[in-house]
């Protein structure tokens, strides 16, 4: 299953309480659809004392996004766009813009 955003790509939210925000890709759920963003989509838990946090208290982390909410920042043209498909000469396949018509991978 080819997804449109990969770990590492820096994305644009378009719902949700952190709307209008960008941040880079942490870590992909193909099976669930969703991403994890740094720094997005955080939210506070309460957690007790463990050998990992002897401490406890209130922790903040980031929670997975479906991958519908966000749209690709183009490297290129630093917009957010919708991902394109195409075949290279020797029969790669790779991502473009939609916008500007580059290559997003870095290949």
């Known amino acids: 299953m080819a997804?449109?955003?990969?770990?590492?790509?820096?994305?644009?939210l378009i719902t949700?309480?952190?709307k209008g925000k960008s941040g880079k890709v942490l870590k992909v759920f193909p099976l669930?659809?969703?991403?994890?963003?740094e720094g997005l989509n955080q939210v506070k838990r309460h957690t007790r004392p463990s050998r990992k946090n002897p401490q406890?208290?209130?922790?903040?982390?980031e929670l997975p996004l479906h991958i519908s909410n966000v749209m690709l920042v183009?490297?290129?043209?630093n917009k957010p766009?919708?991902?394109g498909r195409t075949f290279l000469k020797d029969g790669t396949k790779i991502r473009i813009c939609r916008k500007c018509q580059e290559p997003v991978d870095k290949t």
């Open 81 to 83: 766009t919708r991902i």
């Open 32 to 37: 669930r659809d969703r991403i994890l963003i």
């Open 74 to 77: 183009c490297p290129n043209c």
């Open 16 to 18: 949700g309480k952190d």
């Open 56 to 61: 406890g208290g209130i922790i903040e982390k």
């Open 3 to 12: 997804l449109r955003v990969r770990k590492g790509d820096r994305v644009f």
